[in-house]
């Protein structure tokens, strides 16, 4: 039986033209703002041939500290919180176990800047490891809106005058994304104290916050007419 062949038209869509007269750009603003949320870590470090020695002393260090911190904890002004605490063996050349090492943390933030300087001054069990700031996510919303609308006002006015250099007489925004945004951490590192206990009063720490960047960027392009 012979086999008869079939032809099946198929239809084929027409690719669209190419987009005529689509400018793509994009405009930022950025604005400076104190950084309000400051953050310490506090720590300590004991060595010695016992891990049972090491472990209590650590655990006295940092107890001392927490109740100390823990007077003057108010939520979101002064929060408080126990960090890394490990201990672990140093071994010998030879082989086997030579001592023990082991650190505590308390880390201390919050947007009480001059209570946390000052409560550094009478955590005498711990020194200060690392010192950060930032902006909160509060402060930064209160600024964004106004960043961004810089931005926009940016995107439209370069998006008019480069049509108008291109000689089109309006515009119309096709596709826009908005981002904002701060700079984040500034972490400033203090030198740690080579004794491992200290008894002697601290005075207040004095520090200075600096400023974060808010930044709003608008990305898209436009249908130039």
């Keep these: 039986m012979a086999l008869a062949a079939f032809l099946i038209p198929v239809a084929f869509a027409a690719e669209p033209p190419p987009s005529q007269g689509v400018l793509g750009l994009s405009a ?12 310490i ?33 108010r939520p979101g002004q002064l929060d408080v919180q126990t ?11 030879k082989g086997g176990i030579s001592g023990w090492q082991g650190n505590a943390e308390l880390i201390v933030e919050g947007r009480d800047i001059a209570g946390i300087g ?10 200060i490891e690392r ?7 509060e402060a930064s919303q ?20 480069y049509a108008k250099q291109f000689g089109y007489a309006t515009v119309t925004i096709r596709e826009v994304n908005v981002t904002a945004g701060d700079s984040g951490f500034s972490p400033q590192p203090m030198a740690r104290v080579a004794s491992m206990s200290m008894s002697v009063s601290k005075s207040p720490l004095s520090v200075e ?3 974060a960047t808010v930044t709003a960027t608008v990305n898209g392009t436009v249908q130039m007419k």
């Design 28 to 39: 930022s603003a950025s604005i400076d703002i104190a950084k309000d949320v400051l953050s």
């Design 41 to 73: 870590t506090f720590s300590t470090s004991r060595e010695g041939t016992d891990a049972n020695t090491i472990q209590a002393q650590l655990k006295q260090a940092l107890d001392s500290a927490l109740a100390e911190a823990k007077k003057a904890a």
């Design 83 to 93: 960090g890394n605490f490990s201990l672990y063996p140093r071994y010998a050349e």
């Design 118 to 127: 000052a409560l550094a001054g009478r955590l005498t069990t711990l020194t």
């Design 131 to 137: 010192v950060s700031f930032r902006l909160s996510r």
């Design 142 to 161: 209160k600024v964004e809106s106004d960043v961004a609308a810089e931005a926009i006002g940016r995107f439209r006015a370069k998006a008019a005058d």
């Design 209 to 211: 916050p600096g400023k």
